[in-house]
């Protein structure tokens, strides 16, 4: 069944085209994958499904009963209330329907054969039931542990957590809603490796509604799609299967259009040349005619695998010696809590190194170590001789909001002229007037575009990366890859990607319960080795506590209505709900 369907959609901000004659349908159940470049028009699209863009040209119909929940990252919580309060209001109905029961129990407690009392305390309870009232507050927990939140952090205000952790919070709010289309826009940027993979089983086998997602994580997509929809040129084409097929239809079609792209810029060259030839001299009017056809030929779009990419070349100024980093029983402790200790560890001379591991096992701190930022207070750390470091901070420090993009680099470069600054630029996508932006007027992604072209000028020969992936679309990330594996020095990188952590790392520093291990291999090589599957079977038996804990309350109860009491009770009155309902039901 439809559930949305777009018709013809064409929208601009002003002079500017986002998106062309955008038709698209979305069925009950569809998994599908949204990718195109940054600034292709993506949230705009998601946003004029939403309901949350209005001024656009063409149809948007949407199926009457249809609830649509969008995730996006600039979305915001009430700051005032704990965690697990804000994930209860998802439940606001289902918790009224709970004051409603207490209050009709109370009732009934003096006035025991009222008839209609006790029929509206049966629909109540119908209705309650119906709406999953035994299992609610179960099911925040399942989602918010499977998020990679602690049970001490539940009770968090909202106002305390890191953005990552709102973030976090916020798609766990709208994955409780269940709504029958789930808009995601770049769900995976703060979760760990971990919490994607709970995401895809969510997704997979629980989730009941459509989903249409916004990603540039090539596994996630490739395990949650199976349709990829393409937006390029401000137009769309939708691709059966999921992004690995994608990608090899697309090879397929790239191909051929290449060349019907290269034969047609070759006729239109060859027309161009006798047009200017002969426009003024005996051939005149055949000129003026060919020159009519010309505006009239219908031309052949450029190929996406001809479409410019960042180009990025890390070179280092100076070799550094053999042995990089050293640790002996290193450990850190902030205000008596121990972050990990016990690690023992050495990198190598072009060694690249991914650092994986849940969200707070201090992967970062791990980094503020080597930069010298903090001291151990446990063992040693040893950096080796002649290293030059270039960092690459996930929350994109390092740049001064009140320049604009070619000041940045010409503090760097004094001695450059304006078009070498320029060049340089428009190696990362910056062209013509871009360069004068403010950068606290830019996008995450342009933000990263720029960190990087400032990381190749220092020519470090150690680079740590924390997230440098997040805010790239796939074709930056794709060069990305490229340039470090030509990359002469030596890389640590802290990373949620798995596809980009398979393409570049060849060991892992893997953090968990307060320690850190080193695995030798590529990532495919860690993911398929039974002894990393530990935190994912902790977690699993984790939920299947709550499950089994779940079912003895149940269980426990045979009386409906005190079910309803029970199973549904907060804290607070759980005591006096227990007294009401055994008053009522001993009558």
């Given at each position: ?526 993911e398929a080795h039974p002894q990393n599957h530990q935190r994912s079977e902790t977690s699993t038996s984790v939920g299947g506590k709550k499950e089994r804990r779940k079912k003895e309350t149940l269980s426990k109860n045979d009386s409906s209505k005190e079910r309803v009491l029970i199973a549904t009770e907060s804290k607070k009155t759980k005591r006096k709900k227990r007294k009401v309902s055994q008053n009522f039901?001993?009558?």
């Open positions: 069944m439809s559930l949305i369907q777009l018709e013809n959609i064409t929208k601009s901000y002003g002079k500017q085209q986002v998106l062309t004659d955008i038709s698209l349908k979305i069925n009950d159940g569809d998994r599908l994958g949204l990718v195109g470049r940054n600034g292709s028009g993506k949230t705009t699209l998601t946003n004029i499904i939403a309901g949350q863009v209005f001024d656009f040209e063409g149809k948007l119909n949407k199926a009457g009963h249809a609830k649509i929940g969008c995730f996006q990252q600039d979305a915001q919580l009430d700051s005032e209330t704990t965690l697990r309060q804000e994930m209860l209001k998802v439940f606001h109905d289902l918790r009224n329907i709970e004051d409603e029961i207490l209050l009709t129990c109370e009732k009934l407690d003096h006035q025991p054969g009222n008839q209609g009392l006790i029929d509206k305390l049966s629909l109540l309870q119908v209705e309650h039931e119906q709406l999953g009232g035994y299992d609610y507050e179960y099911q925040i927990e399942k989602t918010l542990y499977g998020l990679g939140f602690t049970e001490l952090e539940f009770n968090l205000q909202v106002s305390l957590l890191s953005g990552g952790q709102k973030s976090r919070a916020l798609l766990g709010k709208f994955l409780l809603q269940k709504p029958d289309l789930l808009l995601l826009d770049e769900p995976t940027n703060h979760l760990d490796i971990n919490a994607i993979q709970w995401l895809e089983i969510f997704i997979k086998t629980e989730f009941k509604g459509a989903v249409l997602t916004i990603s540039h994580d090539r596994y996630f997509l490739n395990r949650v799609s199976d349709k990829i929809v393409e937006l390029n040129n401000y137009r769309i084409k939708e691709y059966r299967g999921n992004y690995t097929l994608y990608l090899k239809t697309k090879e397929i079609e790239d191909l051929t259009q290449e060349r019907l792209y290269n034969k047609q810029q070759q006729r239109i060259a060859h027309e161009e040349e006798f047009i200017q030839r002969n426009i003024a001299g005996q051939r005149s009017r055949e000129a003026k005619g060919r020159q009519k056809k010309l505006d009239r030929l219908k031309r052949i779009e450029k190929p996406t695998s001809q479409l410019p990419a960042m180009k990025l070349n890390f070179v280092t100024a100076v070799r550094g010696g053999n042995d990089i980093l050293k640790c002996w029983d290193l450990g850190i402790s902030f205000g008596g809590k121990a972050i990990f200790a016990g690690i023992n560890a050495e990198v190598f001379r072009q060694d690249v190194v991914g650092l994986i591991g849940p969200n707070g096992v201090g992967k970062t701190t791990f980094f503020r170590l080597i930069l010298g930022e903090i001291e151990p207070t446990l063992g040693k750390l040893k950096l080796g001789q002649n290293l030059k470091i270039g960092y690459y901070d996930q929350e994109m420090k390092g740049l001064n909001p009140s320049n604009t993009i070619i000041n940045e680099i010409s503090e760097l470069k004094p001695d450059w002229t304006q078009e070498e600054l320029r060049n340089y630029l428009a190696r990362f996508l910056f062209w013509h007037d871009d360069v004068f932006k403010v950068i606290t007027n830019l996008s995450n992604g342009e933000h990263a575009r720029l960190i990087f072209s400032k990381l190749l000028l220092d020519q470090p020969n150690l680079l740590l990366l924390d997230e440098p992936t997040n805010h790239l679309d796939i074709p930056s990330i794709e060069a990305l890859e490229v340039a470090l594996n030509d990359y002469s020095g030596t890389i640590l990188v802290i990373s949620h990607d798995r596809h980009f952590l398979n393409k570049i790392a060849n060991k892992f520093l893997v953090f968990g319960n307060g320690r850190a291990a080193l695995f030798q291999g590529i990532y495919t090589e860690y039901l001993s009558q």
